[in-house]
């Protein structure tokens, strides 16, 4: 096992060195307790949502082809309850069951967050600020230790060799115009470094190449690019596993931007308050849940490459020149449980699992402003932005000590945030106010309208990583390269030491507090609501 599964992450301790951990007792995130019963395994946690009255399960016949994309891009639209596919058309051998959406909004205004905050150990009724609490205050837990045991459910039945043909199963063409059936969107690659000091689960597309071979998306400075890079340096390929099917707080961890050389699991268990139990793959060192409903075994090729996609990613938009090489997976085994379950994921227009998680960049990059002494207390990612914009709330009295300007500030946030890999998803960030409710969009757009002078308040970034998936990026010529933006919403006055010149003009600030009091007794009563 990596000795980063029993000493606590080296990001803690130097957080912890810089005092941070007193700067989030002020702010409340010392409430924090890890769960007595989180939700670590993947069946259980469909049965809390069944529970819940938010899964339904389907028995009638649904084909991969399209059929099930097209229920599941539907259910992201209306924030329908979670399907669970019983009877997929070409099932053989117990692969597989289908679910789709389980990150995703639900309809009810009491748990829309509920699907995440369950996953995390959290009340089903859970917001957003407090998931990205929980997501923040885990850094600075001293994770359980995983346990390696001689078998697990996902050892119940194996395939290796010539009796694999990822031909004849139901692999999902999931979009009309997408290049081929995506057998990998919603579970997590795990690659080692060479030295087996880091080891990276991580979320990234694969499709089916031909019998035994997945062809994936691997793009700089993705974790697993970096570890692809290691090994080809050393004339290998890549010891490789995918795991589906896997905890619910396993998936979020690994759709997370958490820091170069960091092992995910020790989230993980941090996250949950609990360990999660390993078992090692067959045909490789790799170690993965024991509760996985599948595991592809195999390598990753570091010089064998196929072209890859299209794909109907999470911006929603689908080019046909977005066809690309990318190297190509060798599955060497398979092992799964009994009446597997593969998850899926249909991105598109809002609001899918793709979106949600994708949001939770928000308390990495929080952590990045944080550990550089950056002004800032608070940051989210806006659904409504597709997990592009993160809004940074500034220390409004801390910045009136320091003395610099907006193109100053604006200049300091921007590099160091978007030159930390965790940053890779955000395209903008937006700076506001601590007058302004950072988790209310109609809020942010206020500031953003009012305060940001177009053009004049954005400041550019351009020689930092950039997103290729974005579609303004498509046609750029350097589509890994700039694309980022810092825009002040803050006006000139809050730079000095005056401070705000200005009132809001709203409910709850421009009204004496008896005719508050007032008009609110008498609501109902005149017939208002």
Not at 380 to 385: A, K, N
Not at 414 to 439: E, H, M, P, Q, W
């Amino acid at each position: 096992m990596s000795s980063s599964i029993t000493k606590q992450s080296s990001t803690c301790r130097m957080l912890a060195r810089r005092g941070i951990r007193r700067f989030l007792n002020t702010r409340g995130f010392h409430h924090y307790s890890p769960s007595m019963s989180p939700a670590t395994e993947f069946r259980s946690f469909l049965n809390a949502l069944r529970e819940n009255g938010d899964l339904v399960d389907i028995h009638h016949e649904v084909d991969p082809d399209l059929e099930i994309g097209a229920i599941s891009r539907r259910v992201s639209e209306r924030d329908a309850k979670v399907p669970l596919f019983h009877n997929v058309k070409g099932a053989q051998r117990g692969l597989w069951k289908m679910t789709s959406n389980l990150q995703s909004l639900s309809q009810s205004p009491e748990s829309r967050y509920g699907r995440i905050a369950l996953g995390l150990g959290l009340p089903v009724d859970a917001q957003w600020k407090e998931i990205n609490n929980r997501l923040l205050r885990a850094k600075y837990i001293k994770p359980a230790q995983s346990q390696v045991l001689e078998t697990g459910p996902c050892k119940e039945n194996k395939l290796f060799g010539d009796e694999i043909d990822l031909t004849q199963l139901p692999a999902p063409l999931l979009h009309q115009n997408d290049g081929g059936k995506y057998i990998q969107t919603y579970g997590m690659h795990i690659l080692q470094s060479p030295d087996g000091s880091w080891t990276n689960w991580s979320i990234a597309r694969a499709m089916v190449n031909d019998k035994r071979k997945l062809v994936g998306l691997c793009i700089p400075p993705q974790h697993n690019w970096q570890i692809r890079e290691m090994w080809r340096k050393e004339g290998k390929d890549v010891p490789w596993a995918l795991a589906l099917g896997v905890s619910p707080a396993a998936i979020i961890a690994a759709a997370l931007p958490v820091p170069d050389g960091v092992s995910e699991l020790e989230y993980v268990n941090a996250l949950t308050g609990s360990s999660l139990d390993l078992v090692k793959c067959e045909t490789n060192d790799l170690l993965v849940p024991a509760t996985s409903e599948i595991v592809f075994e195999g390598t990753l090729s570091t010089t064998e490459t196929a072209p890859e996609g299209p794909f109907g990613e999470y911006f929603g938009h689908s080019f046909e020149q977005e066809e690309r090489q990318c190297p190509i997976y060798n599955v060497n085994a398979i092992t799964y449980r009994d009446e597997a379950i593969m998850p899926v994921s249909v991105p598109g227009k809002l609001t899918d699992e793709s979106h949600v998680t994708a949001a939770l960049i928000a308390p990495e990059i929080l952590d990045i402003c944080l550990q550089n002494d950056l002004p800032i207390v608070e940051a989210t990612s806006p659904l409504e932005t597709y997990a592009s914009w993160v809004v940074l709330k500034v220390d409004s009295e801390k910045l009136k000590t320091l003395g610099i300007s907006s193109k100053d500030l604006c200049n300091r946030v921007g590099n160091t945030v978007f030159n930390d890999k965790r940053s890779f998803l955000a395209s903008r960030l937006l700076l506001v106010g601590d007058d302004i409710d950072i988790y209310d969009f109609k809020d942010v757009m206020w500031a953003f309208s009012c305060r940001c002078r177009p053009g004049k308040d954005d400041y550019l970034f351009d020689d930092v990583p950039g997103l290729p998936l974005v579609p303004f990026m498509l046609n750029t010529p350097r589509p890994c390269r700039g694309g980022k933006t810092v825009s002040d919403c803050l006006l000139e006055s809050e730079y000095t030491s005056a401070g705000r010149n200005w009132e809001m003009v709203d409910f709850k600030n421009a009204y004496p507090k008896d005719i508050q009091r007032r008009v609110l007794e008498r609501w109902e009563d005149m017939g208002l609501n």
